[in-house]
C-alpha cells in the first residue's frame, strides 16, 4: 500500500502564491497532482517522473504552476503562483505505478492511470 498525505493548501487572494506537498511512503514513481471543484469532475494538473527530469502541465496551468520533487524526503511539490479565483478546488496528489510519464503515454493525464491518491487538500482563491 502507498500512502500519499497532502498539506499547504489554505486561503490565498487572487495573485497570490501557495506550495502544496505531498509525503509519499515507499518506492518512487511517477506522481500527479490532480484538482477537483465542487460539481465538476477531477481534472489533471501536473506531472513529474520518477527522477523528476520529466513534467507535463495542463494547459490552464502552465506558466503559473511548478511541479518538483526531493526524492530524498519522498516528497513532491506544487509550487503555484498568480492564483486565479478558478483555481479553487480540492487538490489531490496520486501516484502512477507504471510511470506513464517516463514512457511519454498521454495517458497520464488519465484519472484511472493512477492507483493510489491521497486525501486532498483545500485550496480557496479570493477574488
Known amino acids: 500500500q502507498v500512502q500519499l498525505v497532502e498539506s499547504g493548501g489554505g486561503l490565498v487572494q487572487a495573485g497570490g502564491s501557495l506550495r502544496l506537498s505531498c509525503a509519499a511512503s515507499?518506492?518512487?514513481?511517477?506522481m500527479g497532482w490532480f484538482r477537483q471543484a465542487p460539481g465538476k469532475e477531477r481534472e489533471f494538473v501536473a506531472a513529474?517522473?520518477?527522477?523528476?527530469?520529466?513534467?507535463d502541465y495542463a494547459e490552464s496551468v502552465k506558466g503559473r504552476f511548478t511541479i518538483s520533487r526531493d526524492n530524498a524526503k519522498n516528497t513532491v511539490y506544487l509550487q503555484m503562483n498568480s492564483l486565479k479565483p478558478e483555481d479553487t478546488a480540492v487538490y489531490y496528489c496520486a501516484a502512477d505505478l507504471n510511470n506513464a510519464i517516463d514512457y511519454g503515454l498521454r495517458r497520464v493525464r488519465l484519472l484511472y492511470e493512477y492507483e493510489y491518491w491521497g486525501q486532498g487538500t483545500q485550496v480557496t482563491v479570493s477574488s
Open positions: 515507499g518506492r518512487t514513481f511517477g
Open positions: 513529474i517522473s520518477r527522477r523528476g527530469s520529466s513534467t
